[in-house]
């Protein structure tokens, strides 16, 4: 089984559990219960394999399943979802057991050959899946008999259990989904704890309904509205006048507000999402490692956490948490040191200072808006010269893959799979760089380094557990001393809780229903 140290994930109360305002009505008659996020999805459609972001993920996981999840409860390990067991029969081969007696939504039933069609699914490049570099590696599925199935990769593959976890990976009718992308217009035919009841507005609101036939157990709570509130201030108000139950990110001054209303808590929790500046290191001035060392000395990232987020983050030496597979303990922040900032400005050249843009957005993460303001602040201080530049999404993506930001470039990464190999080469190695936007590159995937890539190519097939960790050791000493990005901080999420509402937030940004009741 497959473990890695970690750093405990806490879950903190702002305050003691309030009463709930009154009986909540018992069965049926209990209250539909809403949920209000800042996005829900950033496609209009219900296919997985386009919506890869934990925006949309967070709400299709609750109609469809994987063979395997992650636990993020102490030990990072995988467990059985629609697999029982599993076993590595060779240096590629893993048998998989499956969960007998499971129908999807539609009727159809779960055995080998669904699951066969759902791995091998993104792999199909007719599909055009979002990740499929990430499952590159499998080269087939063999269906032993009815209820086991071999996974078959190309090379050794040490992430494969994790990769499972992948949203990827879920698990889809065959018989429905093989009418392609139509097929996942208005439907979402899984095996989940919940089934589709209403999608009007794909982009704003859901209503979802309990499978009181699901395997594990029908759901407690039976009707679920999933509400879209871009703004903020516009959320916690929903949250604090009772119109929502759950608030996904509420703002940090309210905390205190929240929890002295009896109506509703704050409750916090570190979050798997690190959001970070690429550096666009092929245009001036950050060509120069000098010029981007330099920056990550001046921008008092800790000062920052402190006096800006209110303590609501931790501090990460690269892209890496401490709780992915392959992290590399011994590499610490860049420490807040001006002079140092200066020195290598002066040795580069500029010591009279530099332009830089800062181009980052606003209202999807903590004080993102104001963490872009106080870096510029920052940097202007040893004479760094910095813009911030509000994007809007659509402005962002276009600009993106048009290769017209230069400077720092607002980046997030949610690794799902909780494996290194998920974000150095996911988003770090040459071949994406290369391969982005149809190979036509983009502002945010500029960085490459041969040295590094080796790196990580030799990790991806490495089985051995101490040569692969000191592979991402030193792929992340690279990227660290390249300056390849602003590093920063691993995010706290704030959730607004309803008193009537028994649920405390998960680690990785989904928020499953099948995991809540009501109180009273």
């Known amino acids: 089984m497959l473990k890695t140290p970690r750093r405990a994930f806490l879950t903190l109360a702002g305050g003691a559990m309030a009463m709930p305002r009154f009986a909540v009505a018992q069965g049926d008659d209990r209250p ?192 679920v509205r999933i509400k879209t509130i871009p703004e903020l201030a516009t959320r916690t108000a929903a949250l604090r006048s009772g119109e929502v139950h759950i608030a996904k990110d509420v703002a940090v001054e309210e905390i205190d507000p929240i929890n002295a209303s009896g109506r509703a808590l704050a409750k916090l929790t570190p979050s798997n999402r690190i959001p970070y500046y690429v550096m666009e290191v092929r245009k001036p001035p950050l060509n120069n490692v000098k010029l981007r060392q330099a920056v990550n000395y001046a921008a008092n990232i800790d000062g920052i956490i402190k006096n800006v987020l209110y303590g609501n983050g931790d501090r990460v030496a690269t892209t890496v948490a401490p709780w992915h597979v392959g992290f590399n303990p011994d590499l610490k922040p860049y420490p807040y040191d001006p002079d140092k900032a200066k020195a290598l400005m002066k040795e580069a050249g500029m010591e009279s200072g530099f332009d830089l843009n800062i181009n980052h957005i606003q209202g999807r993460y903590l004080k993102d808006k104001e963490v872009a303001e106080a870096i510029a602040q920052e940097l202007n201080k040893v004479g760094i010269r910095a813009k911030p530049v509000l994007r809007d999404a659509a402005t962002q993506t276009t600009d993106d893959n048009a290769q017209k930001m230069d400077g720092l470039v607002f980046a997030s990464w949610g690794n799902w799979i909780f494996d290194a190999d998920n974000i150095l080469f996911s988003r770090w190695h040459t071949s994406v760089r290369d391969g982005a936007n149809g190979g036509k590159g983009a502002s945010s995937l500029p960085y490459s380094n041969p040295e590094f890539d080796k790196l990580v190519e030799a990790a991806r097939i490495e089985l051995d557990e ?55």
């Not at 089934?195 to 009181?212: F, Q, R, V």
């Not at 920063?488 to 809540?516: C, F, H, Q, S």
Request: net charge neutral; proline share 5%.
């Open 466 to 520: 101490k040569k692969r960790l000191d592979e991402y050791k030193q792929a992340q000493k690279i990227l660290y001393d390249d300056g390849a990005a602003l590093f920063m901080y691993t995010l706290t999420d704030i959730y607004g809780v309803d008193n009537w509402v028994k649920w405390d937030p998960r680690k990785d940004e989904m928020i499953w229903a099948y995991e809540m009741d009501w109180n009273g």
């Open 32 to 223: 539909t219960i809403t949920i209000a996020v800042q996005k829900l999805a950033t496609s209009n459609t219900l296919d997985c394999l386009a919506e890869q972001s934990n925006v949309g993920r967070r709400i299709l996981n609750s109609f469809v399943e994987l063979l395997i999840g992650a636990n993020l409860q102490g030990e990072l390990e995988p467990f059985p979802q629609l697999a029982t067991s599993w076993k590595r029969i060779d240096d590629k081969v893993v048998e998989v057991s499956l969960r007998q007696g499971v129908k999807f939504h539609n009727g159809e039933e779960f055995d080998g050959e669904a699951a066969k069609f759902s791995i091998m699914r993104p792999i199909d490049p007719e599909t055009k899946a979002n990740a499929r570099s990430t499952y590159a590696g499998i080269s087939g599925v063999d269906v032993l008999d009815k209820y086991t199935i071999n996974v078959k990769t190309a090379k050794p593959d040490p992430a494969l259990l994790l990769r499972m976890t992948g949203f990827s990976m879920v698990m889809v009718a065959p018989k429905w989904a093989s009418k392609g992308i139509p097929a996942f217009a208005n439907e979402a035919n899984g095996t989940g704890p919940y089934k589709l009841d209403k999608w009007e507005d794909p982009l704003k609101d859901w209503t979802l309904a309990a499978n009181e036939q699901y395997w594990g157990g029908a759901p407690k709570i039976k009707k």
